[in-house]
């Protein structure tokens, strides 16, 4: 029998242009010869539609487009969808079979997952029951992603008779997420014995991404059929009781994957929040350049407008390598000196700073004089900014709020430095629109004469590795130092994490590429005295 998987980019509440979007699908599918088309998880409504799915419109809106696509989908072809459903006082993460002009059976979801990124528990009911269909002379079993994270269901549905088991998913990217994914589903088969298909969601959706990247995995562990990553669409595969072919997909490198998913936010909130384009400040040093390559590879060169915002502190370099890579990409560039307004700012407040001398505060305010700058243009054009800070940053508190800092979407903040480079490596090796020198330099903030990161930070290749252990794997600084690093430097960059936390939250959300992001992954609280104890007291 034909099968086919709708990888789709969804949009969190578009409900008729979801069900439209699944309506399409299903004609294309049927009329290519298909007997069962597979969707992903909360594919009326989106996902995660988080507290919008306690509302009973929603839920009444979503119940609504469920019976639109029972009358308007192929009578002949099985459609696994995917809702919010409210039931006798319960909610579920649930998903239909719809056949022949009706609502055949319906799944809901047992394993509820509550940790990193998800909180299903907390607006979802958990239900036991396998369900088990016929198609094509096939008996299939239905899970929903989380289900086959855990023991249990995958088993229950081979006891009722499954042959195959449908697994329709929104499952976030993030590095090395495809062998995780793999992983789970040879323990499902080690304990059911079931070959399995998995069908993952394609898009952006504020700070998660979601890379599609379905498969098919069959009795033997292996990986029969596997679709490719970032990319919406129908795909075709050919099913029996033990095998499926189909495509064959390479996944990407690491690299690769990452400017991928960043590329894809980008595109996608914009797109999807309504905005014209965006402005972002451009630097000459290499945070500013990625991201601008980012928004260029993202949204193409006509919705796309750096401003190079000089002060007294700007190289020369800063200025032609700015200047060098607009003219590469063809993007809207402007040159908006900074030191009128920050003159101006000076002048207003000398009263109050009579006896104290210049320190980080007149830094910080030559940064916060760009930031009102840009979302000045944001305000009067319809655009969105984009910050350029990166995880490095954000981590230790090195950016000013309400400057570098100001803006709509992070585009960088899950993005360690040492990873900043590797990426402005990898995108020029697809063709060179950074200048080299941007790479090579050594980075500074420049708002002071002859400054560089490393007056104020450890090495980066030093700072990431610590930062990777306490921010990422919750080590402790006994940990950390007992692998090898240096107790004062820990110590020191503990330090600058902690106090930094109330610079977090107030800080734009941007994509989530590590297991470990600031924002829904890391929830640590502002107000804290606790510190390490023990080699660093």
């Not at 079993?141 to 329709?168: H, M, R, S, T």
């Not at 980075?443 to 590795?465: I, V, W």
């Amino acid at each position: 029998m034909k099968l086919a998987i709708a990888q789709l980019n969804l949009v969190v509440g578009d409900i008729g242009g979801n069900t439209a979007q699944l309506l399409a699908a299903a004609h294309a599918a049927q009329a290519a010869g298909a007997s069962l088309l597979l969707t992903p998880e909360m594919s009326i409504c989106g996902y995660p539609a988080e507290d919008l799915v306690l509302r009973a419109d929603f839920c009444a809106a979503c119940e609504a487009a469920l019976n639109r696509i029972v009358e308007d989908a192929p009578p002949e072809l099985a459609l696994i969808v995917g809702y919010p459903e409210r039931s006798d006082g319960c909610l579920y993460n649930a998903v239909a079979l719809v056949r022949g002009g009706k609502v055949e059976a319906v799944y809901r979801k047992h394993h509820l997952p509550n940790h990193s990124v998800f909180d299903e528990q907390r607006v979802f009911d958990s239900a036991n029951r396998p369900c088990v269909f016929a198609c094509g002379g096939i008996r299939f079993g239905l899970n929903i992603c989380g289900d086959i994270w855990e023991p249990g269901p995958a088993k229950w549905a081979k006891e009722v008779g499954a042959e195959w088991l449908l697994v329709p998913n929104a499952s976030p990217f993030h590095l090395n997420k495809q062998r995780e994914r793999y992983a789970v589903a040879r323990s499902r088969q080690t304990e059911s014995a079931i070959p399995i298909v998995y069908a993952n969601l394609v898009g952006g959706q504020d700070e998660l991404v979601f890379d599609g990247a379905s498969f098919v995995m069959d009795a033997e562990g292996e990986v029969a059929v596997q679709l490719p990553c970032w990319q919406a669409g129908l795909f075709y595969l050919e099913l029996d009781r033990h095998t499926a072919q189909g495509e064959q997909c390479a996944l990407p490198s690491e690299d690769a994957a990452v400017y991928d998913a960043l590329v894809l936010a980008v595109r996608d909130y914009v797109g999807k929040n309504g905005f014209k384009g965006i402005h972002l400040g451009l630097s000459g040093g290499i945070d500013s350049a990625l991201t601008l390559a980012i928004a260029f590879d993202a949204l193409g060169a006509d919705k796309v407008h750096a401003v190079m915002m000089p002060s007294d502190y700007t190289a020369n370099i800063s200025m032609e390598d700015s200047r060098d890579m607009v003219q590469r990409l063809g993007v809207r560039y402007s040159e908006i000196a900074i030191k009128p307004v920050f003159d101006a700012f000076l002048a207003q407040l000398a009263g109050e700073f009579v006896g104290r001398t210049a320190d980080t505060t007149e830094e910080n305010l030559q940064a916060r004089t760009r930031g009102t700058l840009l979302m000045a243009l944001s305000n009067k054009f319809g655009t969105l900014v984009l910050t350029t800070g990166n995880k490095s940053e954000m981590a230790t508190g090195y950016a000013t709020l309400y400057g570098d800092m100001a803006g709509g979407f992070a585009v960088l903040k899950d993005v360690a430095k040492t990873r900043v480079f590797r990426l402005a490596n990898y995108r020029n090796g697809l063709s060179e629109i950074i200048p080299q020198r941007t790479i090579d330099r050594p980075p500074s903030a420049e708002l002071r004469p002859d400054q560089t990161d490393q007056d104020s930070l450890p090495p980066y290749e030093m700072l990431d590795a610590i930062l990777e252990a306490y921010v990422e794997r919750d080590l402790s600084a006994c940990d950390i130092v007992a692998v090898g690093f240096d107790p004062a430097t820990v110590k020191r960059v503990i330090r600058m994490v902690d106090l930094a936390e109330y610079k977090r939250r107030q800080a734009a959300p941007g994509p989530r590429i590590t297991p470990r992001n600031f924002g829904k992954d890391r929830r640590y609280p502002i107000t804290s005295k606790y510190r390490p104890e023990g080699v660093l007291s």
